[in-house]
Structure formats: C-alpha cells, structure tokens
C-alpha cells in the first residue's frame, strides 16, 4: 500500500496563487496515476485534474483549464496541484488520490490522503 499526504492549503487572496504537494510514503508514485480532488462546503466531491505514471498526459476540468497545473516528480515522490489566479468558489478541501495504472479519470482510486484545506477569500 502507498500512503498519500497532502500540505500546501492555507488562506489565500482572490487572484493569488498557491501550491499543494501530495508526497507518498511506503511505495512509490511510479506506478500510480494521481488525481485531485475537491469538496466545497454542502457540495460534492469533484475531480479537479489528473496526472499519468509518467506525467505525460494529464486532464483537467473545465472550469480550471489554464489556471491549474498538475505535475509529478517521481524521484521525489511528489505530486503537485499549482493554483493560479484563484476564485472564493475554489474554496474547499483538496485530495490527493491514487490508482496502480489507469482506470479512466472518474474510475475509482484506492489511495486517498488525508486533505487539506484551501480557502480564497479578500
């Protein structure tokens, strides 16, 4: 099993940027796709983007696409979640998951982290 925590949240200006790491413990990131995820206050979970083994391909939602960057080091076992030029309705808790290959970017994940909470506000 990989064990998966996340760091970086934190109070952040409209517009600012900020960015989250998800770092693995007892096994590394290599074989894993990444994805992150979010939950806003009485929303439901979504998926913010991806990242493949390699970090060759990765998908993002729509509403994040230019502002958001996923990338991996995987010597370091570490994947991050850039947040550019944010917005109050990006306020929520992010997660950080994983999945031995690629079963499809909703498919399910077996590895979760703990969260951590990002909250945009003026």
């Known amino acids: 099993q990989v064990q998966l925590v996340e760091s970086g949240g934190g109070l952040v200006q409209i517009g600012g940027p900020l960015r989250l790491s998800c770092v693995a413990s007892g096994r590394t990131l290599s074989p894993y796709t990444i994805s992150w995820f979010r939950q806003a206050p009485g929303k439901e979970r979504e998926l913010v983007g991806g990242?493949?083994?390699?970090?060759?391909?990765?998908y993002y939602r729509y509403s994040v696409k230019g502002r958001f960057t996923i990338s991996r080091n995987n010597a370091k076992n570490i994947v991050y979640l850039q947040m550019n030029s944010l917005k109050t309705e990006n306020t929520a808790v992010y997660y950080c998951a994983a999945v031995e290959g690629f079963k499809g970017w909703y498919g399910a994940y077996d590895y979760w982290g703990q969260g951590t909470q990002v909250t945009v506000s003026s």
């Open positions: 990242i493949t083994r390699s970090g060759g391909v990765t």
